[in-house]
């Protein structure tokens, strides 16, 4: 492992960013701009990977107190590093509102002519508004295959208040089957338990559209 200051100085984080752009940065070069530098025993891109690590664990929403338990990692970074996260989540939320069943179709155009099922679930705020559009299983759908928990799991990341979930019928027949009516009411269920309500499971088939809730 080669230390920042070891580095040609064209190589190093900073000028590379003033050089090439952030988008042109890795995870790890990026956290060291941030960091500054590493303290005895820990340098900066020692610490950047640990953090690097513990992103990749919390998905990108890590505490003051697991920050604070990685060496070289003071009080001041750990705020900045929560503050900076939070920030980034707050704005990762779109323009986009999803009220009706036209509003979600029109979020899945590739949908329709998908050879094989593909369950998509769409997390949005307390407004309506979209925050990220996820595909969580590509395969035939059934209530054994498709957990609440998959589905749940980045719309608790996202602090999402509901969901919706989007499947497409491949053969063209827009009837919800036996499978698709248990996966809803199992969402349901799951959903009144997190508080996170499922607000719609849409069918889609490559001409038409049917809700199983509405």
């Known amino acids: ?3 920042i200051h070891k580095l040609d100085k064209q190589d190093r984080p900073r000028e590379k960013l003033i050089s090439n752009g952030e988008k042109n940065l890795s995870d790890i070069e990026l956290l060291q701009i941030i960091i500054g530098s590493g303290v005895q025993g820990a340098d900066v891109t020692k610490i950047s990977r640990q953090i690097k690590k513990l992103l990749d664990f919390t998905s990108y929403k890590p505490t003051l107190s697991q920050l604070s338990e990685i060496k070289g990692v003071s009080d001041a970074t750990a705020t900045k590093l929560v503050a900076l996260f939070e920030l980034a989540g707050r704005n990762n939320i779109t323009d986009i509102t999803v009220r ?3 509003d979600i179709v029109a979020q899945v155009p590739e949908l329709r002519t998908a050879k094989q099922e593909h369950l998509v679930v769409l997390t949005l705020d307390g407004a309506n508004r979209l925050i990220e559009k996820r595909i ?3 395969g035939t759908l059934n209530s054994s295959l498709v957990h609440p928990r998959e589905v749940f799991a980045d719309a608790i990341t996202d602090r999402a208040a509901s969901i919706i979930v989007i499947h497409n019928h491949p053969s063209g027949t827009l ?3 036996d499978a698709d009516t248990e996966i809803t009411k199992r ?3 799951s959903g009144k338990l997190l ?3 499922l607000l719609d ?4 088939t490559k001409n038409d559209y049917t809700s199983i809730l509405q």
Not at 201 to 204: G, K, R
């Open 187 to 189: 969402l349901q269920q």
């Open 100 to 102: 009706t069943p036209e």
């Open 136 to 138: 969580i299983s590509i």
């Open 195 to 197: 508080g996170i309500n």
């Open 1 to 3: 492992m080669v230390k």
């Open 201 to 204: 499971h849409i069918v889609i």
């Open 175 to 177: 009837e919800p089957s």
